[in-house]
């Protein structure tokens, strides 16, 4: 085994930006996420073993029998690290030392709707600031202007986990749809790249060209205030009449009522997030004439005997005969030796020579000393 | 951040490395290995040379593999030149599991699985091997010491396994593990009776578990002469030595998932920290350059030309030689400051 070292140009570092679609659609309380059914198990209503219309982070306990699941668990000792969920004033007087945590696996992620028709409203309050700033960009992000004051509007809030988006929901792949009965009433995009959910759809419709609300990207809001009618039949949504964008997405993790009428109105909420993945690439070098020789003991012929000789003053041990196995056609003819070594890992070490990671071959790849190679192994970061 | 003020850190004395292990407690009935999926989550090979199992079927992207089984028996073993079935698998297996954990002799030649572990002194060896070997995900860093828990069905009858059990752990785990395997640590396991009395005599040497590589070796005799009268594998009444010799790997790891009553382990995960003891002396920290701090060029938070400076620590920033910012710690809530008080933060960086 040989050490070699990188040099400058055998490593370097990009950035694979991502764009994962998202697709939301909710009906009668009920959310599917990316068109996956609710599944039920043998143990448990749903497989993941978190509420349906969520997505499990780990997905370990898939359909685990009650109290089988698998669970984190940390001793309190002298570092006094805790996991997350335990608050700090039972960390330090309902644990004793020597005692387990206990944490569950069973987290879950999924989106909400705040339906804010008061004037006590944090959420809203919240992201004042961050609106004003993206008023740079439209005037609808103001918090108050003349386009409405989003202190005294109605507000619909979609709140969207980054786990569901990464590190910004990609601008111009917004789409918000809402059907009656089957047949699309309305549809928003932010067609125009800046944050403004615009009606697109169908054509004609009222309010058509219109904007409806807003879309912070980066902390994953949808913030709508659009109030026109949509359609004229009446739903029972957060009121009972016809259906309006601040109703979009009723029953979407809101504790709202389902109404006989309810079930009438479905609604998606399509949108591509962006994900970055540092990549490190690292390429190693196989030189000619190098990493021609093995330690590996299958290297050697097992029919060699080993030759020592010992003395009272010393105990040597004779070269052992390296296995020719450089293949001929002939069978009564022994080819002509060639060092041959199979490639099969690449270890990679840090700088004090402490094994960090192996990189293995798909298959081992043949070494004679007038070959050489580079690997290109990837890492991502 | 508001205030531009760099503090040095003495590596000596600021900044301190630790390791926290947290571990998982993972559950494996034998309901999910065998019963409440039929073969759904088992998954077989042309190869035919192990057997995977998966949590759930392996059709579902939901599944996860949680471990393989494979049998592999010995050139010295007894039943070597009986078995018919698949024997050069079964030898390859062997010798591949034996030269990863127990390694080579010193002339080259692969060692066998020594039954406690004391390689150099002989004694008896395990020479066919029922191999569990589990997923990443599962054993993490390793298998936590003295925590393995295998209990069996022991019971004659193929169809009624269960009703006499045993129970097979690692009980000299936490104190008495081995070192010398290549890879890593590991300890033996013993065969105690769970329900019935089915042993020859509790606390009997069955196999071994290596803890950072998640494998459990274990012996086709826990089904045989270790019992009063040979287990049936089959439907066909067979006991494991005639599983082993007739039959393929395929049937051997279908036989133990007959009779795996419960598997459990804890795992371990070693989190590595930085702690940076970060100390606020009385006489520093007590402004701020936020522009809030500043109200009609007086400081807001001071109504009286007596009263004492006070700043809000929100967060502290961590910055290399160059002053360059790497992180920023946040705390919970702020930290009022003022020049009677003194503050040590400290700032955890979890890798």
Redesign the interface.
């Known amino acids: 085994m040989s050490y070699y070292k990188f040099e400058e140009d055998d490593l370097f570092i990009n950035t694979i930006e991502a764009y994962p679609e998202y697709r939301f659609y909710t009906q009668s309380g009920s959310i599917y996420i990316n068109s996956t059914p609710h599944l039920s198990g043998a143990n448990t209503d749903h497989i993941t073993g978190v509420p349906k219309g969520f997505i499990s982070l780990y997905e370990y306990n898939i359909d685990r029998p009650s109290g089988n699941d698998i669970y984190p668990f940390i001793e309190k000792d002298g570092h006094r690290v805790s996991l997350k969920t335990r608050a700090k004033t039972s960390y330090n007087t309902s644990l004793l030392f020597g005692e387990t945590d206990n944490g569950s696996y069973n987290l879950s992620a999924s989106i909400s709707r705040y339906y804010v028709n008061s004037s006590d409203r944090p959420r809203v309050l919240a992201l004042k600031n961050v609106l004003n700033e993206y008023a740079i960009h439209s005037p609808h992000y103001q918090y108050s202007s003349s386009f409405g004051d989003k202190n005294s509007q109605i507000i619909n809030l979609i709140s969207i986990p980054s786990i569901m988006y990464g590190s910004r929901i990609k601008k111009g792949s917004v789409s918000l749809k809402y059907y009656v009965s089957g047949s699309l009433v309305g549809e928003l995009q932010d067609k125009n790249y800046n944050g403004e959910l615009v009606q697109v759809g169908p054509e004609g419709s009222t309010g058509s060209g219109s904007v409806a609300g807003v879309c912070l990207y980066r902390e994953g809001f949808m913030v709508l205030t659009g109030s026109w009618d949509l359609d004229s039949n009446s739903i029972e949504t957060d009121t009972t009449g016809p259906s309006k964008w601040i109703h979009f997405n009723y029953g979407a993790n809101d504790g709202s009522t389902i109404g006989t009428t309810t079930l009438s109105a479905s609604f998606a909420m399509e949108y591509k997030g962006t994900t970055h993945t540092q990549v490190l690439t690292m390429f190693a070098h196989a030189p000619y004439g190098e990493l021609n020789h093995s330690n590996n003991p299958t290297y050697y012929d097992s029919t060699d005997t080993q030759g020592i000789s010992s003395g009272s003053l010393q105990y040597i041990e004779q070269p052992k005969k390296i296995k020719n196995i450089v293949h001929s056609q002939f069978l009564d003819e022994e080819p002509t030796f060639t060092k041959t070594t199979y490639i099969s890992k690449i270890a990679l070490y840090d700088d004090e020579k402490n094994l960090i990671g192996i990189a293995k071959v798909a298959t081992p790849v043949r070494k004679t000393e007038e070959k050489q190679y580079t690997f290109k192994l990837k890492l991502d970061i | 951040m508001a205030e531009s003020f760099y503090k040095s850190l003495d590596i000596g004395k600021d900044v301190v490395a630790?390791r926290?292990?947290?571990?998982?407690?993972?559950?494996l009935?034998g309901?999910i290995v065998s019963g409440?999926?039929g073969t759904d989550n088992i998954k077989n090979y042309a190869h035919g040379m192990f057997q995977s199992v998966y949590?759930?079927p392996y059709l579902?992207s939901?599944?996860?593999h949680i471990f393989d089984i494979t049998a592999g028996v010995s050139a010295d073993s007894a039943i070597y030149s009986s078995v018919s079935n698949q024997q050069s698998k079964k030898l390859n297996i062997y010798n591949q599991m034996a030269q990863v954990l127990v390694g080579?002799d010193h002339t080259?030649s692969i060692q066998r699985f020594d039954e406690d572990g004391d390689v150099l002194a002989g004694g008896s060896k395990l020479d066919d091997v029922i191999f569990l070997n589990f997923a990443r995900l599962?054993t993490k860093d390793e298998i936590k010491k003295g925590t393995f828990a295998l209990t069996l069905g022991a019971t004659q009858a193929y169809a009624t396994p269960f009703t006499d059990r045993i129970l097979i752990q690692d009980t000299s785990g936490s104190d008495g593990y081995l070192v010398n395997s290549p890879v890593g640590e590991y300890g033996i396991l013993y065969a105690t009776n769970a329900a019935g009395t089915r042993l020859n005599g509790n606390d009997q040497k069955c196999g071994l578990i290596f803890y950072q590589a998640g494998v459990c070796a274990l012996t086709s005799s826990i089904f045989q002469s270790q019992l009063s009268s040979s287990a049936y594998m089959n439907s066909s009444n067979e006991d494991m030595e005639a599983v082993l010799t007739g039959s393929n790997i395929e049937a051997a790891s279908d036989a133990l998932r007959h009779r795996i009553y419960n598997l459990q382990f804890?795992n371990t995960v070693e989190?590595n920290?930085s702690v940076y003891f970060c100390r606020v002396n009385h006489n520093e920290f007590n402004y701020s350059t936020n522009p809030t701090y500043l109200s009609g060029s007086k400081i807001r938070v001071k109504t009286q030309s007596s009263d004492l400076p006070v700043s809000y620590i929100t967060t502290v920033g961590l910055y290399n030689d160059n002053n360059e910012l790497l992180a920023t710690a946040k705390l919970s809530e702020p930290l009022k400051k003022s020049s009677d008080t003194e503050f040590t933060i400290r700032v955890r960086l979890d890798y």
């Open positions: 630790t926290t292990l947290l571990h998982e407690a993972i559950p009935t309901t409440t999926y949590d759930y579902s939901s599944a996860n080579y080259g599962l804890n989190l920290s």
